[in-house]
């Protein structure tokens, strides 16, 4: 069972929504046999390349309020995450452009699939949110993959070139597609979606249904005494 979720490497929620996910996964039986591809989404799409604009000066301008108002923002969003095992530094991020953070995603799923692929995400969303790190920055973007397991060559090449740029527009073209008005937005065996973070438990609810709904359970009927037996089994 496949389950894709489009997000961006800078998106708050989901960071909480990929924990959720994996919670729910750990206490499902069949968690063997599911994969997660994750696939790009871009938050702020008008974040101009090379700028890096402390995230509470953006917030404070785009919502009204201030530096105080935006810091609010932050420090509830920091709450939930916490209840998450997840200690956010959102005063110290930055806004900043992800298509180069999405185009080595895209290159860890053809290098090594969705294992490899899952640990370059996880990487990218710890720099990002436990050590504000700025993501779009190539000298952070480099040793970040290959310590997630990329190999140097594969990753040099993406950032010296433009490659997997059209795979970063044709996921946001999906997205829109499949109606996500935001991220995190999960499509569970292509079948059920889920929009946001939402709690474990309806993870849970939803991993269940696509898997029974996918393997139906066989019902064994015992004819006993009552039934007819023949050299190719009985019948009630």
Known sequence: ??????S???????????????KALAAFPHA???????????????????????MRDHLARKYGGGASGAQQMMDRVEAVAAEEGLIYRLGETLRVNTVDAHR????????????????VKE???????????????HAVLAPLAVSAGMSPERVATVLDTSIHSRAVHQDMAQAQELGASGVPFFVIDQKYGVSGAQPTELFTQALTKAWDEKHPSVEILDGGADGVCGPDGCAL
């Open 123 to 137: 990487a990218l969303l710890a720099a990002y949110f436990l050590r504000a790190e700025d993501v779009s920055d």
């Open 32 to 54: 063997d046999a599911v994969e997660v591809v994750w696939h790009s989404y871009l938050l702020d799409p008008s974040t101009p390349a090379g700028s890096a604009e402390p």
């Open 104 to 119: 080595l995603l895209h290159a860890a799923l053809a290098e090594g699939g969705p294992q490899l692929q899952g640990s």
């Open 8 to 22: 961006d490497v800078v998106c708050p929620w989901c960071y909480i929504g990929k924990r959720r996910l994996e």
């Open 1 to 6: 069972m496949r389950i894709d979720v489009w």
